[in-house]
């Protein structure tokens, strides 16, 4: 089955979120590199990367359907980074605001009846799942860290232990 008409418009704007994500990402981990936190820097580069992977993902769904994927544009992030919470604050927030958009994807991917859709769009709401609560629980770590350096240097030590592959 092809896919057209709204929903391809509709994925279409999401390879265009996906790739903002990576660009959000990957102006966190700048702010982390200016901050002197490597391994925190590291894990949003990841981050970054991650979200490239799930803009293919849907570039291949649509391509697969005889679909013409358009990259739209994509503003410049506006990360306001004070400290380390503040960039897993906007993280968490533009999660949010992907896992959304993924939702919504659903609902039009159900209300069009297009039943091919539905296995990618399941395996993005389990990611959404998982990408929250992740941002979630390192975002309740920082704010128990608090002004602690020891605490934010375990962290970020940790945080960049992380392989590309998570």
Known sequence: MDLTGKLAE???TQVTLELTAAT??????????V????GIAGWFRAQAGEEIVHAE????????RSA?????EQPAPE????????AFAASLAHEQKVSEAIRELYRLAQTEGDIDSLPLLHWFID??????????????????IGNDGSGLLRLDAELGSRSSGD
């Open 79 to 86: 990360v306001n980074v004070k400290n380390v919470a503040d």
């Open 10 to 12: 509709a994925f279409s």
């Open 35 to 38: 901050m002197s936190l490597p």
């Open 24 to 33: 959000v990402y990957r102006q966190l981990a700048v702010e982390m590199d």
């Open 57 to 64: 993902k849907f570039i291949t769904h649509m391509t697969d």
């Open 68 to 72: 013409h994927p358009k990259i739209g």
């Open 127 to 144: 990611e959404q799942i998982e990408e929250e609560a992740t941002v979630s629980e390192i975002l309740d770590r920082v704010k128990l």
